[in-house]
């Protein structure tokens, strides 16, 4: 790790799992900022419907490099 | 959201993953709860029995509409 | 529970799921160590690799009793 | 203060102001609950609808005696 | 520990101790709670009374089993 | 909600009151981010001058979807 | 902002609102110090009377500027 | 509790305990400051020597009125 | 303090209080650490039979020396 | 300050120190951000090379006026 | 250690570093009183001014003996 | 980063600056361990002698792969 850093916010959801939930954040993210390198799990959280998890929520921080 | 709402506190166990200890607190929360809507994970931990993971627990504070 | 615990900080890694990246600290921590009896999840985060997660990443805090 | 008391997490929830909603949760435990007696605020958040805040939420510990 | 508990929060009081006020959160939740099984310390204060301590308060998380 | 989200960090300032500032932090994101839908309060702070408050502060993290 | 400040905290009460038990606090702690500049609000909490919120408390950490 | 209060931070030390080393915080702040109505523990340390604990050390916050 | 020192994690339990259980970590860590010198509170737990608190357990961070 | 202000998370790299890492950081954000005013540490970490730190890393959050 | 002390909260401003920003708080603050002995880091913050750090800005928490 | 991992805590002291101690530590942990990869800062003190700073201690959570 070299150079400068930004971290963004990104929430996904999943009805499966956390870990799915955050592939789905990192998936999204890839598209619109290149270079992303790590993230950081800051919340989980979820929706319930039925009485059953209708949905897993995991926000992600995550670093990307900032290039010239 | 509307109205006024409550949070209580569930600790949900599984043998498989975070993510099953979660669904089995919101699904027994729900048996003796009404309109539960939403959780966040409020701590993760879990049991060790001969070297290995025996029991993945997971504490969530569950949200539920209060009703008249 | 009785006597004296002590707690290390062990960083599990996983391609697949949080929950598998604990398993892999727990029982990479138990060759070593003896009488493991929980963990505390204390930290989620990973590496990110072509746009994708590369690597789930889990400390856990484990305890384990002091033998004499 | 002296004997026993619990605590319990409301939501409250307004369209008016973050102090209001903190009344609202504070006046519905009141119907269920006796002796209600202090809060504490344990989170502030709310809801956006066409660019504007639609509702504030309060999350609320509120701390009652047990009687006998 | 297997299967699903709750969660609840009570503040013992007591003139003598944090240790004291802890055992009368714990035999107070007991009354009318089944299955008390560990606490956590959430919180410690207490009340002055002309310059000295009138009061030890400990608030306390208390985990239950739930039955069936 | 489903899908994916961001979250930005917004501070609002006011004369008035915190509820205040968060709707002003709240309106101004909105004339830039669509689909703003949830705020979370992070921090409340503000300013003095003449020994009175001249502004309250208040940072608000915003939640919005991200379109394709 | 340059030289060296000093932090006081200070617990202002409002039967109104939070926005007023701070400014309570400013302008109290204005009278005995000199050079208050900005405020941080560190907890809010309240009493309860007869099932309504009698008090909001806020406890706010003043920076003033230390003068030789 | 009406009217503004302010919080100072005290360390009391003790060969004893937690409640004897917060009961010294206690008593020594009220030789100097009037009306001191509650305190709220912030960190407990301590001092080791020979293998054995030499000193329990608790640090209050302890709120007072102030007076005209 | 100079040199350079390294912290341990240690829990004790005790029947008696929080202050039995914290000496019981310390002088159980000087059986295989020289030098230790200070001690933080990590956390306070206990565990519950029939209604009564069983076991004070309390985590200390263990600070010590180390020797060349 | 009045206005609307936003926060950015940007993380800078030095060898030399925290501080010149926290400049780093700061001189990189205003090459794409007008009107930065303030920043706030939120973590401080590094690498290790050759049991030497090779890497100091600090994120920032820059605070920075939105302008119309 | 033995005793009562009091904690301050200071905050020391630097052109050059957060280790100077310390200093500088720690030697104002001994001005004033008597016995410092030791210090807390409790927050980094700073001033930006054309893109550049302007001053970085400590806040700590100053400990010191009480005396009679 | 693949593998195992242990964190262990280490506090470095330096009359310098946190960044000089910060190195201190890490070079003191090095002696002892192999592949130490990198730091997270925990906690900022320091002592203080005749009214100036006289050390500066960082206690920094070291990362290092376990081998086989």
């Given amino acids: 790790m070299s150079g400068v850093y930004k971290k963004i916010e990104v929430v996904g959801t999943s ?8 592939k789905v954040a990192i998936e999204e993210a890839a598209k619109t900022v290149k270079n992303t390198s790590w993230f950081e799990v800051a919340e989980m959280r979820g929706a319930i419907k039925d009485g059953k998890v209708s949905e897993f929520q995991v926000t992600v921080r995550i670093g990307f490099k900032i290039e010239h």
Same sequence: chains 1, 2, 3, 4, 5, 6, 7, 8, 9, 10, 11, 12.
């Avoid at 009805?15 to 955050?22: M, Q």
């Fill in 15 to 22: 009805k499966e799992s956390f870990a799915h939930a955050t």
